[in-house]
């Protein structure tokens, strides 16, 4: 199992960012406007498009129930350091201030150029996740979590699978 981290970060408007840690030296990173379900609060919503600073629109999901997936539009952003799975405190050039928001290990299921599927098991965030890039944009990304491998997310037939 490999490790993941999720920081909190504060610039230039308040996101979290997901790393998944890999053999390389450099950690694949992802930019979510609002935390994984999986919260210990009540249902939450889905996000707006990116770039707002806000985690409202209209559809409800409940996370972590298993049968409704949290789903929220994600941006690939560039590889980041290793030191980041671990670090908190200020980032360098005035770009704000980076809190462990959740950290564990998971399980790679799928990891392919557009497509990840993962088990987190975090002390906050524990369950199924996919990352599937949209083909309309290289940076945007669809993360979708489950509490259990069970539904259409999971029925696709991937033969790639992580080493």
């Known amino acids: 199992m490999a490790r993941f981290t999720i920081l909190e970060h504060d610039h230039p408007h308040l996101h979290w960012d997901l790393f998944l840690e890999t053999a390389g030296e450099r950690v694949p990173t992802w930019r979510l406007p609002c935390p994984p379900g999986g919260l210990e609060v009540p249902p ?3 996000p707006a498009p990116l770039g707002t600073g806000s985690c409202t629109t209209t559809t409800q999901v409940q ?13 690939r952003i560039a590889d980041h350091r290793r030191l980041y799975l671990d670090y908190e405190g200020p980032v360098s ?13 998971y399980i790679p299921l799928v990891c392919e150029e557009n497509y990840w599927e993962v088990r987190l098991e975090g ?4 369950g199924f996740v996919a990352l599937s890039r949209q083909e309309t944009a290289e940076k945007e990304w669809i993360f979708t979590m489950m509490a259990e491998k069970s539904g259409s997310l999971w029925e696709r037939d ?4 992580c080493e």
Do not use: C, H, Y
């Open 44 to 46: 939450k919503q889905i």
């Open 123 to 126: 002390s906050r965030v524990r």
């Open 63 to 75: 996370p972590g129930r298993g049968e409704v997936p949290f789903r929220m539009p994600v941006e």
């Open 93 to 105: 050039a005035n770009r704000g201030i980076v809190r462990i928001w959740d950290t564990g290990l």
């Open 158 to 161: 991937v033969p790639k699978k």
